[in-house]
């Protein structure tokens, strides 16, 4: 995040700035404020690489592209998947959301 320009790495440091930087974005058109992937905890290698290479030239892509690690990657994102799967079976089984989040307390 310091690359960024953040000199505190606290949350409740970080999220008015990047509040204010998100504002900046969507209303004048300023340029986008990449640390959301960081803040979405996107690996820094990725982030980094997007930025780079300006969205092009990825090695992968699923839940992000990816730009390092692309074997690595593709299996985060299967387990990403796989949890997905059994979250909507659970849903569609009739358990809600407190059930389920006390299934993985």
């Known amino acids: 995040m310091k690359k960024f320009g953040y000199e505190d790495c606290k949350l409740e440091k970080i999220l008015p700035v990047f509040k204010t930087r998100y504002r900046r974005y969507i209303s004048d058109n300023k340029d986008f404020p990449h640390e959301l992937g960081l803040l979405l905890d996107y690996p820094a290698e990725d982030v980094e690489g997007f930025i780079e290479k300006r969205g092009q030239e990825f090695l992968y892509t699923g839940y992000w592209k990816v730009y390092d690690k692309p074997e690595e990657k593709r299996r985060l994102f299967d387990s990403f998947e796989k949890a997905k799967q ?17 299934v993985y307390a």
């Open 86 to 102: 059994d979250i909507l079976e659970k849903i569609s089984g009739g358990m809600d959301m407190r059930q389920i989040i006390a």
